[in-house]
Every structure is written in C-alpha cells, then in structure tokens.
C-alpha cells in the first residue's frame, strides 16, 4: 500500500528543497528503516522530524528508531518524554525494554526500578535477570527465581552474568551452580555463555576451557587429568566435546580410564551426553549408553534426579523407544521435570510404554487403566499426540463446535484498534517482521472474542499467517474457519488432483510452510506459497516438463504445480510415506534415508526420533493439519495413524531421486 504524503514546509535554499522533496516519497518508512539499519543518524533525524510535523501514522516507529541510536547517551528524562508522548503502544513498551536493558548496563538501579513495573511484555530474560538483581540488592530472597532464569539462559549477557556473580559472592550459588551450568552452555554449543560461566571459576578454568574446545581429543590425551574436581569437570567437558562429533570414540575413552576416574555424578553426566549424541545420530547403542548413565548417577547416591537439561531426557526417551525397551521408557520419563512430564508428548508415550509393559490379564489391568487414563487426558482433535491419543482409545475425533457469531460491536472494535492498523500497515509496505510484532503486543491479554475479531480482521484482508496465528490464541472460542482456512481453494485441489497427490496433505503443508503467504521467502531461498527452493523448482520443472524461470516462483499457480509435483515425486520415492516426505520436504530427501537405516519402526517412533528439531515439529505439525484440512474439505483419511502409514525401515530399492537431485 503506498503512503502519499504531503507538507508545506516553507521555503527553503535549493539544497534543503531537494532534500524535502526526497524525504517526502511514498517510502519514507522505508527510508527511515534503512537510515536506522545503516545507522544513519543523521538522516535519520531529518525523517523523523519530518514524520512528526505529518502527524504520520508511523512516526511512533520512526521515533523509536531514531531513539534507538542514541539510545546510549539519553537522559531517563527523554525517555519518559516518549512514554508520555506513545503511551500505551508497542513502541513505547519495546524502548522500555531497550532502556531497561541500558539501565542495567549504566547500573542505574533507581531508574530501573521505576520503570521495570510498567514493563508489560516481560520476555527478556536479561531484563528478568537484573530485576532479580535489584531484590536481592533490596533484601529479598530470589536464589530459586534466579538460578533458574540463569541455567535457562541460552546465551551469555551482562545481567544473568551478574546476578550469578553477585550471588556467587553473597554465597547463595557455589561453585557446584557455576560448573552446572558450565556443562550446560557446553552441552548446547554455547560458547559465550560457557566462556562466561568459566570466567566465574577463575582465569585457569578459562583458558582450560578455550583449550579443550579447540582440541578437545589433544586435551583429553595431553592435559586431562584426574583427582580433584577440577581436573575431572575438565576431562568430562573434554570429553562432551570428543562426544558430539564421535560418540564411539568418546565411549572408549569412557571405558578404557575415564569411568573409573570421574566421580560417579561426573561419569553419569558424561555417558548421558554420549548416549545423547549417539541417540541425535541414531545409533543403536544410545540406549546402552543411557543405562550406564544411570547406574553411575545410582552410586553418586543421590535422592533428586541428576540436572540434565530437557534435551538429553528427552534423547534418553527416545532412544530406549527406539531400542523397544519401554521399562527404560517409563524410567526415564519418571525423572524428567514435573513440566516436562507433563508435556503431551510425553504423557502419550507413557501411556504407551505403560500398555507395552503391562502383564496379560486380570494382573496387568491396573496399568492400563492408568495408561487409558493418561490417554484421556492428552486426547484434543487438534494436536498431533492428542488425535494419537484419541485413535488410540478408539474414540471418533469431532471438530470443535462453531461459536457464536461476532456481533458488528465486536468487529469495528478490532477495525478501529490502534495497535492493529499500526500493524497492518508496517505488514502491508514490507516491514512484516516490525508489524507482526506489533500485531503480537497488541493481542496481550485480549479475550477470545476479541482475538477472534482480531483474527477475521486479518483473515478479511488475506494475511493469512496473522489469521490463522492469531486464532490459535483462542481457548474455548475456536473458529475452524480461520484456524484452517482454504484460499486459492480452486488452483490448489485441481493442482492437486492433476498430480496425483492428496489435497489435504497439501494444504497442511502450504499451511506450515508459508501460513498462505504468497510472498514468503524463507532465510536459505525458498519462496512462495509452497516454499520451494530455484534449484529443486529447476529440477521438478525438468522432470515434469515445463519451463523453469526465477520469476515464475512467486506466482501462484506456477508454485502449487512445482510444489505439489515436487511433493508426489518425494511421496513415490519413499513408497507413499505421508511422514517420510513430509520430511524430505522439509530437510531434503537425503536426510530421510538415513534417518529410516537400522531397526524397522513404528512410523510415532521414527516421527519423535528425527534428529532435527524443526522438521520433527514440521512433520506432526503437517500430518496434524492435513488430517483436519481432511475433515474441513469432508475428504477420506481423518486419521493420523493411517497418514503415519505403516512401519518404517531400510528401504529394498535403490532411491528414485538421486543424490545429486536432493537440493
């Protein structure tokens, strides 16, 4: 949508003219975000002035930008002047954000203090983390609130690290916290925060911990040593690192000195990063390796469960479902976090193991009563385990009851919401990113009706992923409707069916891939609705015959039939495995073989034990949505078991796609 603007500004020298004539262009947010980008101040400066005397509509935006880069030399009082002057709006509340992380880094407890209450987003674990900072400071007890918010933070900054600091001096953390979480930024690839972590313990353990993160197999042979604990929290992150590129070799060094010279909660920490490394790769020993995790951390004698992160429970869950061995399943999952455990993921696969591992009979009907139970609780029709849960009781999924509809109150109220057209608007000239934010911030603490009036707003103009995004907020409220929306309805069944392929596994996937934006274009290249990459629209286009141009990517009909070809190609290849394409789709087709290598499996199996993490969500987020696009267009196949398909294995056949025609 173009902004035409117009000002008289007087008149000025020719220079100043030119000037003025530029800055008042359609594109002036544009001009202004670049400026802001390039760190123009400048230029910067004169557009806002000129926004402002516009009274534009986005000039909040640009004066937040223009605020951003002198952020560092303001006054609280400027500050607070553009509270004043936005109150209530995104970006007043995005600048307190920014400020109070300044603050922070100024020391500024007093003006922190004042402006944290009116902070509402509350998403900025730095922010958390110095807020915490400033009630310890006051007197108060904060150590549980902040060593969690510390362990959990991904990436090293200046607030987490001082308040662990801080409290490290005041002896409420102990060196015993700062090696935890030392294996734990170690264990996710953390480098910062893992260098940080070890500046806590001292310079010896930071140059130790450059050392054996270059060299890690050097470290372990030269410098590795055993006997006090600093020697051996050394070798075992030494040894993490050997593990994540060779979990083999990681378990010889294990077996030949290292089991026997760590401390057993050292050895069991140790082997469960191998058994974690080793489940990620998908070998068959994971599940081994887990076991003797759990017989070092049973002599550190221990009554807690060790603190290893979500992850490597989660991998430990998985390998021991992967190996069959549904005792190992229930053990693992009665250690995770009482969170975790209660995840649908894993109350489902409790349950299942729970049935697997029940007696015959009169003896074994206890557990499946409280397998059944578990089952009940997870089942919902629109998530992935929930229809599990459901198929697995027997039980027909109903969608869920249309609500009433919006009254015309309700929908002018969200037609005339600020905040949302502030949104709509940044959508509409390119700043997609800026106005989904915006969007976001302006549904906190909205009803379900309002969310749905929200939702039909963006559902009305076709952006599709604020629709569907924004529906899903609802709770009790669900409009199927917009949640599972069908445009282009005509040219993506008829592409569909010219293919061979089925439409409702199409539109699942149109709806994971690109929410139906047509100008979608994902950060590695892929572009359009079905968000295919040029070389594998190239390489369809060839196999199918049909003229291949760059441009031809972002027009619609071209897109569905390169998608949808490329999906029956990928579906045939791995013999009409709804899930196994999915995958391929997603990660490449190359990944998919290899991942279907060693024991044949339930197709949940093999679907939870996909390595990566996106295309594991992708693949139940894809089945789920074309088992309810199935029951929203009144076609067969509602089922997610049966889109599963049956168990996956190694395949008997050379593949249909060769290597060099994967990308």
Known sequence: MALTLSLSLGTHDRAQAQTTAALTQPDLVLEAHDAQRRKDRKRLSAINELAQAQRHPLAPWIAYWELGLRLGEVSQAEVTAFYARWPGTYVEDRLRNDWLLELGRRRDWKNFAIDHPRFQMRD???????????????????????????????????????????????????????????????????????????SLLGKPVELALAELQDNP??????????????????????????????????????????????????????WAQIGRQAAFKLQPEANDYFERAFKQQAKHQQQQPPEWSSETWAWAARAAMRAGDWPQVLRVLGK????????????????????????????????????????QATVSPLTFYGRLAGEELGLTLQMPATPSPLTAAERKQAQTHAGLNSALLLIDIGLRNEGVREWNFSLMRMSDRELRAAAQEACDREIWDRCINTSERSRVEIDMNQRFPTPHRQQLLAKSREVGVDPAYVYGLVRQESRFVMDARSHVGASGLMQVMPATARWTAKKIGAEFRPEYMLERDFNIKIGASYLKLVLDDFGGSMAMAAAAYNAGPGRPRRWREGAVLEAAVWAENIPFNETRDYVKKV???????????????????KRLGPPIGPRESSPNITPEEQQ
């Open 623 to 641: 089945l789920t949505n074309s088992a309810l696009y199935a029951q929203v267009l009144g076609l067969d196949n509602t089922s997610v078991r």
């Open 336 to 375: 995770m976090s009482p969170a975790d455990q209660a995840d649908p993921t894993w109350q489902f696969w409790r349950a299942r193991a729970l049935l697997a591992s029940a007696a015959d009979g009169a003896p074994g009907e206890a557990i499946r009563a409280e397998a059944r139970s578990l089952l």
């Open 124 to 198: 900025d674990r730095e922010v958390a983390c110095y807020a915490l900072l400033i009630e310890h400071l006051n007197g108060r007890n904060v150590i549980e609130q902040a060593r969690s918010n510390w362990l959990a933070q991904r990436d090293g900054d200046d607030g987490c690290q001082l308040l662990a600091a801080t409290l490290l001096d005041a002896k409420q953390l102990g060196q015993a916290d700062a090696w935890l979480k030392l294996r734990l930024s170690v264990e996710a690839q953390r480098p910062r925060a893992a260098k940080q972590a070890a």
């Open 217 to 270: 197999a050097r470290y372990i042979n030269r410098k590795a040593k055993g006997g006090p604990r600093t020697h051996t929290e050394l070798a075992s992150l030494a040894l993490m690192r050997v593990a994540a590129s060779d979990p083999a070799q990681a378990a010889e060094l294990m077996f030949k000195r290292w089991e026997a010279e760590l401390p057993h909660d050292l050895a069991a920490w140790t």
